[in-house]
């Protein structure tokens, strides 16, 4: 089966950190380009940040700049997303998104993963 699976998600105090996983299975992440995703009660999703089929180009919404930090390994086939200095406006369901493109262009993703909830609150 070809999917995507995110973890790490869960509640956490302002200020604090969370490290996000985003796996593959059935296929390999080497030629996708991966994003994050966001979506909070009530809002439109928003595109987070996104990581290029080699790691080498990462690109991040002003809203999470200087916070989170996207990365990949793939010899384990996993993306992550390490967000820092967390605030109650980060609170949403985080999905991940594979592309197949060597860079973060802008089309339609392949595939989606289920989401995994991120609440900040103290």
């Known amino acids: 089966q070809l999917q995507l699976v995110e973890s790490g998600g869960g509640l956490v105090q302002p200020g604090g950190s969370l490290r996000l996983s985003c796996a593959a299975s059935g296929f390999t992440l080497d030629y996708y380009a991966i994003s994050w995703f966001r979506q909070a009660p009530g809002k439109e999703r928003e595109w987070v940040s996104c990581?290029?089929?080699?790691?080498?180009?990462?690109q991040y919404a002003d809203s999470v700049k200087g916070r989170f930090t996207i990365s990949r390994d793939n010899a384990k086939n996993t993306v992550y997303l390490q967000m820092n200095s967390l605030t109650p406006e980060d609170t949403a369901v985080y999905h991940c998104?594979?592309?197949?493109?060597?860079?973060?262009?802008?089309?339609?993703?392949?595939?989606w993963g289920q989401g995994t909830q991120v609440t900040v609150s103290s």
């Open positions: 998104a594979a592309r197949m493109s060597r860079r973060c262009t802008p089309g339609e993703y392949n595939y």
């Open positions: 990581i290029s089929s080699s790691g080498g180009i990462t």
